[in-house]
T-cell receptor, first 112, second 112 residues
Framework: DGGITQSPKYLFRKEGQNVTLSCEQN?????MYWYRQDPGQGLRLIYY???????QKGDIAEGYSVSREKKESFPLTVTSAQKNPTAFYLC???????????FGPGTRLTVT | AQSVTQPDIHITVSEGASLELRCNYS??????LFWYVQSPGQGLQLLLK??????LVQGIKGFEAEFKRSQSSFNLRKPSVHWSDAAEYFC??????????FGAGTRLFVKA
C-alpha cells in the first residue's frame, strides 16, 4: 500500500539534544512538507521541498533543519535552538503542481 | 494577508442530527479549498476539495461543502452525523507556491 510513514510515533528527549524525525513516502510524490501542530493553532509549516536537493523555509523554520537527498525521504531535525520543541509533528507529501496533500500519522515529540 | 478562520473551536451535535462547520478565508485570487479530518493522535485525511466548477462539492463519508465566493466561505455539512464522525476538522486554502494555510480547527463532539 502506498502511503507516508513517520517514525517513531512517540519520541522523548532531554532539553539540549538534537533529535531527528523520520518521514518516508512511497507515493512517488515530488513535494514533501513538515508541519507542527499545537493545540488550538492548527498546522504551521516548518519546511517544504518541491524537488530533491532543494527545500524552502516555511513560517516557523527557526530551530529546525531538513534534508532532501532522496525523493522518498524528508527527515526533520529539531535542534537545541528550538525554544519550545514539544509538539505533534506531521509530514505530508503531494504531487508536483498540486495543493492536495497526503499526511503521515505524525510523531509526538516531548522534550523535558 | 492570507488567512483561514474557523469561528467555532468546538461543536457538539446529537447523533443523527445535521452538522455545519464554518470556514471563512481571505485570499486575493481564486482559492483552492480543502476540508481535512483528524482523529486523535492521527494524521489528516482529505474529506473534499474545491478547485473550480460546481460550487457544491461532495466528499467522502457523506460530507459536502459549498463554496460561496460572495461570502468568502466554504462551509462543511453533513445531513446526519454518526458517532464515528467525532474528530477535529480543518479547513485549508491553497496559496501561491503550492503552500497551504490551515485554519485552527473545529473539534466535533457527538452525543448519543
Amino acid at each position: 500500500d502506498g502511503g507516508i510513514t513517520q517514525s517513531p510515533k512517540y519520541l522523548f528527549r532531554k532539553e539540549g539534544q538534537n533529535v531527528t524525525l523520520s518521514c518516508e513516502q512511497n507515493l512517488n510524490h515530488d513535494a514533501m512538507y513538515w508541519y507542527r501542530q499545537d493545540p488550538g493553532q492548527g498546522l504551521r509549516l516548518i519546511y517544504y521541498s518541491q524537488i530533491v536537493n532543494d527545500f524552502q523555509k516555511g513560517d516557523i523554520a527557526e530551530g529546525y533543519s531538513v534534508s532532501r537527498e532522496k525523493k522518498e525521504s524528508f527527515p526533520l531535525t529539531v535542534t537545541s535552538a528550538q525554544k519550545n520543541p514539544t509538539a505533534f509533528y506531521l509530514c505530508a507529501s503531494s504531487m508536483a503542481d498540486s495543493y492536495e496533500q497526503y499526511f503521515g500519522p505524525g510523531t509526538r515529540l516531548t522534550v523535558t | 494577508a492570507q488567512s483561514v478562520t474557523q469561528p467555532d473551536i468546538h461543536i457538539t451535535v446529537s447523533e443523527g442530527a445535521s452538522l455545519e462547520l464554518r470556514c471563512n478565508y481571505s485570499y486575493g485570487a481564486t482559492p483552492y479549498l480543502f476540508w481535512y479530518v483528524q482523529s486523535p493522535g492521527q494524521g489528516l485525511q482529505l474529506l473534499l476539495k474545491y478547485f473550480s466548477g460546481d460550487t457544491l462539492v461532495q466528499g467522502i463519508k457523506g460530507f459536502e461543502a459549498e463554496f460561496k465566493r460572495s461570502q468568502s466561505s466554504f462551509n462543511l455539512r453533513k445531513p446526519s452525523v454518526h458517532w464515528s464522525d467525532a474528530a477535529e476538522y480543518f479547513c485549508a486554502v491553497g496559496t501561491g507556491g503550492f503552500k497551504t494555510i490551515f485554519g485552527a480547527g473545529t473539534r466535533l463532539f457527538v452525543k448519543a
